[in-house]
């Protein structure tokens, strides 16, 4: 498997704020993505963080409001931009080994936006 | 239709049953997939993996993968209250630029 790290673990912001999560994995992966899950709901993946360029992001998701960074093969970040009620989910982000087809979880970002 | 089926549940099962969760895909050229447990308030956890068709086993998990009927499931013997969770399965498909599908998950509650 993967050690994946997620910060903060929890949050609590105010509307028209932003918020930055970093996700750090302790070896080397092929891909990242980044999720949002609402309660009871199942995965709705956001983007795929590519290394040293721009994320492909899914329909319903842009860049302006989800600016997310991929510096290195072991860390990336997403930051939720302008947040607003609607923003309070849990994030995720996920990788795949290198060596296999598989995708681990990291423990995800509990936001609550008020 | 959706990439990755799955039926929502709930599923309730004794504990000590086989417990047996389904699920299709629509993509005839996927290659790898995937079983997720999910506890409530936890992020998921991947139990098993496939890729070939036939059975594969590990421990008290069998999952069976039937690539001509685009169909994967994960049998899980001897149910215990502690399975109780989301299972949710996902699909790799080469075909979409190596993207993951994932199903919306079924609930599953074992009886004690």
């Known amino acids: 498997s993967a050690v994946i790290s997620q910060k903060p673990s929890r949050d609590i912001c105010q509307r028209g704020t932003s918020l930055t999560i970093q996700c750090q994995v302790d070896?080397?992966?092929?891909?990242m993505f980044w999720y949002r899950q609402q309660p009871g709901q199942s995965l709705t993946l956001i983007a795929t963080?590519?290394?040293?360029?721009?994320?492909?992001?899914e329909s319903g998701f842009v860049i302006d409001k989800f600016p997310i960074s991929r510096p290195n093969l072991t860390f990336s970040t997403l930051t939720v931009s302008n947040m607003s009620p609607e923003d309070s989910s849990i994030y995720l982000c996920?990788?795949?080994?290198?060596?296999?087809?598989?995708?681990?979880f990291g423990p995800g970002t509990r936001l609550t936006v008020t | 239709q959706k990439e990755v089926e799955q039926n929502s549940g709930p599923l309730s099962v004794p504990e000590g049953a086989i417990a047996s969760l389904n699920c299709t895909y629509s993509?005839?050229?996927?290659?790898?997939f995937f079983w997720y447990r999910q506890y409530s308030g936890k992020s998921p956890e991947l139990i098993m993996s496939?890729?070939?068709?036939g059975d594969k086993e590990d421990g008290r998990f069998t999952a069976q993968l039937n690539k001509a009927s685009q169909y994967v499931s994960l049998l899980i013997r001897d149910s215990q209250p502690s399975d109780s969770a989301t299972y949710l399965c996902?699909?790799?498909?080469?075909?979409?630029?190596?993207?993951?599908?994932f199903g919306t998950g079924t609930s599953l509650t074992v009886i004690p």
């Open positions: 996920s990788v795949v080994r290198r060596d296999s087809y598989e995708q681990y």
């Open positions: 070896s080397q992966v092929t891909m």
């Open positions: 963080a590519n290394q040293g360029s721009e994320a492909t992001y």
């Open positions: 993509d005839r050229v996927s290659q790898s």
């Open positions: 496939i890729y070939s068709n």
């Open positions: 996902a699909v790799n498909m080469w075909s979409s630029g190596n993207q993951f599908y």
